[in-house]
T-cell receptor
């Protein structure tokens, strides 16, 4: 059973701080990873994707991938109250698969 | 931008009714997916389709069926609605299994 594990939280950080969200995955065949943000009552929205080991930056967001450790993370710099949401990590299910495997999400609260 | 449109945001039906949820995507994506999302359980895959008229069971197909007669449209059918099918239903589409999935706004379905 392929799994993506996330700490459910809630993770609370003060406004302006760095929020660090973590994810581990079980399938060594997974190559592509995605971070989604989901506000309460809304659908998931893609915010970052990463395919290669290392860091990928987009504005205040940085995704990090370490395939040897099977670990993916999302850093949010200068956290804002509007970043308060549940963040879902997802990975592809290996060559020839059509699906993504989603974690259950980490709830982030940014305290003003 | 990818647009995935679900036919209803909110729907209320009675136990035993046959319920149709419709989803349309405008990006010529090959793959389409139906999920349900319940508190604490994360996203659970009901069915997916990788081509017209092709369908595959996901993790929780019991009580559901799907139809994909055209590439852009994927329908979820609750054959005989039951109260335990009250949930948020999310449709998604993607190019390939290692590409991000794009979600519709969701349908919050209540079965009374």
């Amino acid at each position: 059973q392929k799994e993506v594990e996330q700490n459910s939280g809630p993770l609370s950080v003060p406004e302006g701080a760095i929020a660090s969200l973590n994810c581990t995955y079980s399938d060594r065949g997974s190559q592509s990873f995605f971070w989604y943000r989901q506000y309460s009552g809304k659908s998931p929205e893609l915010i970052m994707f990463i395919y290669s080991n290392g860091d990928k930056e987009d504005g205040r967001f940085t995704a990090q991938l370490n395939k040897a450790s099977q670990y993916v993370s999302l850093l949010i710099r200068d956290s804002q109250p509007s970043d308060s949401a549940t963040y879902l990590c997802a990975g592809d299910s290996g060559a020839g698969s059509y699906q993504l495997t989603f974690g259950k999400g980490t709830k982030l609260s940014v305290i003003p | 931008d990818v647009k995935v449109t679900q036919s209803s945001r909110y729907l209320v039906k009675r136990t035993g009714e046959k319920v149709f949820l419709e989803c349309v995507q405008d990006m010529d994506h090959e793959n389409m997916f139906w999920y349900r999302q319940d508190p604490g359980l994360g996203l659970r895959l009901i069915y997916f389709s990788y081509d017209v008229k092709m369908k595959e069971k996901g993790d929780i197909p019991e009580g559901y069926s799907v139809s994909r007669e055209k590439k852009e449209r994927f329908s979820l059918i609750l054959e005989s609605a039951s109260t335990n099918q009250t949930s948020m239903y999310l449709c998604a589409s993607s190019w390939t299994g290692d590409q991000p999935q794009h979600f519709g706004d969701g349908t919050r379905l209540s079965i009374l």
